[in-house]
């Protein structure tokens, strides 16, 4: 007995592309031997298709492509797609055989939190499905099928040999050990096999890893894929005396941490270069920290030759960042312009000085210099049809630590989710690969540049301070006593939440960027711009009229 998992790549909306690779994937399967294929969760539509769920004209066409598939096939093929059934959408995993569905299930978990907002189109299924492929009996389940403790065990009660999950499951750091401890416990409760098909590739802000797996009865991972790459895995079966015995393949192991951020990060940008139809990127190079990590992994993502960066000094810049600049993209083989902003700088303030008069220059003249950046940074991608990446992080979008149409300007964030400490790690990682950023711009103290002598710190708390900060709050939902209780200084905390909570507004125009976290801004925090809730006020609640 031979099962194949696809771990597939699609892309949301792509119909007819994406059933072309199912039925690539089919006939490579049926070469090497393989008695079925598993395709992952809605692989027909792309994850999530979000509001493309709701057109009829869509579904018509899922419903079109399942029936060509169901035909072509040359194996069994069970894949995930959108069904519609008695006026409702299911979610399901479908059995394609001898030209036709022979059997589909519907998922009876529908995520709703965070980034999944399944309730929104699907009805909730209540039937078990196990098909019968060459002798082997399968449980199908779909994703958080698994997570709800009681579904996998009636795969045992339905006598099934083992359980077949189709997913799309994104990635965040540390989630593959959540899947494999989960996977484990499962196993051992229910008795039975699970085999775990996952997505991967990139969709907007979510990156999906792939890394399909199986464990055997046992609760023993015996296969896994690798990370971030399309393939076909193979789970080989013998039967002895009744029992049937998993062979194992080549496990790939897992990568360091670091490593497998990298790798997200690469990826998220890749698909979303591919997928909407852009020819190359651009970005601003300061020769900060944050630029040169970001222009490192666009051209590892995109080839150097698909990169090109803007060097936009202005009167504040140092010499040694337009040096770094330089050196950064020279040791990446990335174009390179030094367009110097100074001119188009006096022009403004000739120009707002009447309307200035009489006012001291403070942050309006510092940001005009970003949004001088970000004008020059938007025609040169529309000129040339080059994805426009912004540089900030995540401690800067945070706290608000960005100016809106200036550093904020692009069409994707790339670093948008990583901390400013992991930026740093990014960057150490990068340069064991190879050296491409100067040791002195991972030491030297962060700067905007825009004002005489300006580093980060004057406005922010300590980098290291602030993210474990901004980790409690943000990701893990603590409030000010509980920040208190971990031993942050009073002010420090209340400063953080204050620029936290009073940046909102611009988070919400911020581009999108990849997830590399369990909680992101963007699909997964949605708080109001208006609000009068105030976590940083210890009076809050106590407030009298």
């Known amino acids: 007995m031979r099962i194949a998992l696809a771990q597939s790549n699609p892309r949301v909306g792509d119909i007819a592309g994406n059933a072309a690779k199912i039925l690539a994937a089919a006939r490579a399967a049926e070469a090497a031997g393989a008695d079925l294929l598993a395709a992952p969760e809605l692989v027909l539509t792309g994850y999530p298709p979000e509001d493309l769920l709701l057109r009829r004209d869509f579904l018509d066409c899922v419903d079109q492509a399942l029936a060509d598939l169901a035909q072509q096939t040359p194996l069994p093929l069970v894949?995930?797609?959108?069904?519609?059934?008695?006026?409702f959408l299911f979610n399901a995993a479908s059995l394609l055989r001898n030209g036709r569905v022979e059997a589909s299930y519907a998922k009876h978990c529908l995520p709703n939190y965070r980034v999944f907002d399944e309730k929104r189109y699907f009805h909730p299924g209540s039937s078990d499905v196990v098909i019968d492929v060459s002798g082997l009996r399968l449980a199908l389940r779909i994703c958080e099928d698994l997570w709800c403790a009681e579904l996998p065990l009636l795969a045992s009660a339905a006598s099934a040999d083992a359980v077949l999950v189709l997913n799309a499951?994104?990635?965040?750091?540390?989630?593959?050990?959540?899947?494999?401890?989960l996977l484990r416990q499962r196993a051992e409760a229910s008795g039975v096999a699970i085999f775990y098909a996952n997505l991967v590739g990139g969709q907007d802000e979510l990156v999906f890893d792939g890394r399909s797996c199986a464990v055997d009865a046992q609760g023993r991972i015996f296969a896994r894929a690798p990370a971030f790459a399309e393939t076909l895995l193979y789970l080989d079966a013998e039967t002895e005396a009744g029992t049937i015995r998993w062979r194992s393949p080549t496990l790939i192991p897992e990568p360091e941490p670091v490593a497998e951020t990298y790798a997200a990060l690469e990826l998220g940008l890749r698909d979303y270069v591919q997928k909407n139809g852009f020819c190359g990127a651009v970005l601003g190079l300061s020769g900060g920290i944050d630029s040169a990590l970001t222009l490192a992994i666009a051209a590892d993502a995109l080839g150097a030759e698909r990169v090109h960066a803007l060097i936009l000094p202005s009167r504040y810049t140092a010499a040694m960042s337009i040096e770094d600049a330089r050196a950064e993209a020279e040791a990446l083989g990335v174009g390179y312009d030094i367009v110097?902003?100074?001119?188009?700088?006096?022009?403004?303030?000739?120009?707002?000085?009447?309307?200035?008069?009489?006012?001291?220059?403070?942050?309006?003249?510092?940001?005009?210099?970003?949004?001088?950046?970000?004008?020059?940074?938007?025609?040169?991608?529309?000129?040339?049809?080059?994805?426009?990446?912004?540089?900030?992080?995540?401690?800067?979008?945070?706290?608000?630590?960005?100016?809106?149409?200036?550093?904020?300007?692009?069409g994707f964030a790339l670093i948008k989710d990583c901390p400013k400490m992991l930026v740093y790690a990014l960057a150490r990682y990068r340069n064991r690969l190879g050296a491409v950023i100067p040791q002195r711009v991972l030491e030297r103290a962060p700067s905007a540049e825009l004002a005489p002598g300006q580093t980060d710190q004057d406005s922010l708390p300590p980098y290291e301070l602030l993210d474990a900060i901004i980790q409690a709050y943000v990701e893990e939902g603590a409030g000010r006593e509980d920040l208190l209780a971990q031993g942050f200084p009073a002010a420090l905390v209340e400063q953080t939440l204050r620029l936290v909570d009073r940046a909102e507004y611009k988070r919400r125009q911020a581009a999108p960027g990849v997830r590399i976290s369990p909680l992101a801004f963007g699909k997964d925090r949605r708080y109001p711009i208006s609000n009068g809730f105030h976590a940083w006020n210890p009076h809050c609640l106590q407030e009298k009229s």
């Open 169 to 181: 499951s994104p990635f965040h750091r540390g989630k593959q050990a959540e899947r494999e401890a």
């Open 79 to 87: 894949l995930g797609h959108p069904r519609r059934d008695d006026g």
């Open 340 to 410: 110097p902003i100074d001119g188009l700088f006096q022009n403004y303030l000739q120009t707002l000085a009447p309307l200035f008069a009489g006012r001291a220059a403070d942050v309006t003249e510092e940001n005009l210099q970003a949004r001088i950046r970000g004008s020059l940074l938007m025609a040169y991608s529309n000129k040339f049809g080059h994805l426009l990446i912004s540089t900030g992080n995540k401690s800067e979008m945070a706290v608000g630590y960005a100016t809106l149409y200036g550093d904020m300007a692009g």
